[in-house]
């Protein structure tokens, strides 16, 4: 199924791209020996993914997931699943009510969610957690990498914001569409 979404014809499409690392058997730089991969680290919290403009309307469409290594793979050393949260820099607001788990590599999925920016400074960021053992295929690999990019639409014409707002309310984008 598919979202139908009507947007002004001056949005602009951004397309982000992030890249997370757990290496092998350190956690914030310190050597654990716990034969693991830990994405559970500092460098992988509260990463830049966009500035965001105040007054201009923001649409997270779709998400993309890579990997490092090969997805078979990745799925049979998942530990603890990968989790990949989104919030608000400046209200440190939640945009999705729950992390997206990344059980599998994705490829183009769906992810509509809206909000309004309403703070100078603001800026989408991402965190991502989880754990994955060194399986036998992983043995000599120092890092897994996981490269997650968002499609994103911006709206920055007062009277379409104006008016998304007026039809949904001050509570409109995740709320609605996220019960």
Request: glycine letters at 8%; charged letters at 20%; one cysteine or more.
């Amino acid at each position: 199924m598919s979202l139908v979404t009507r947007l002004p014809h001056q949005a602009r499409f951004v397309q982000t791209s992030n890249i997370f690392v757990a290496e092998f058997n350190k956690v914030n730089g310190v050597v654990t020996g716990s034969g693991k991969y830990d994405f559970g680290q500092l460098i992988n919290t509260d990463v830049l993914v966009l500035p965001v403009q105040i007054r201009s309307l923001y649409l997270i469409e779709r998400i993309n997931v890579g990997g490092s290594i090969g997805e078979g793979d990745y799925l049979e050393a998942i530990n603890i699943i990968p989790l990949c949260a989104l919030k608000r820099l400046k209200k440190s607001e939640i945009i999705y009510k729950r992390p997206i788990p990344i059980v599998n590599y994705i490829d183009n999925q769906e992810a509509n969610a809206w909000f309004v920016s309403d703070k100078d400074g603001d800026a989408i960021r991402m965190t991502v957690t989880g754990l994955l053992d060194q399986t036998a295929v992983l043995v000599g690999e120092q890092y897994v990498k996981l490269q997650i990019s968002l499609n994103i639409y911006i709206v920055e014409g007062a009277r379409f914001v104006a008016a998304f707002m007026d039809a949904l309310g001050d509570r409109a984008g995740v709320d609605l569409l996220n019960p």
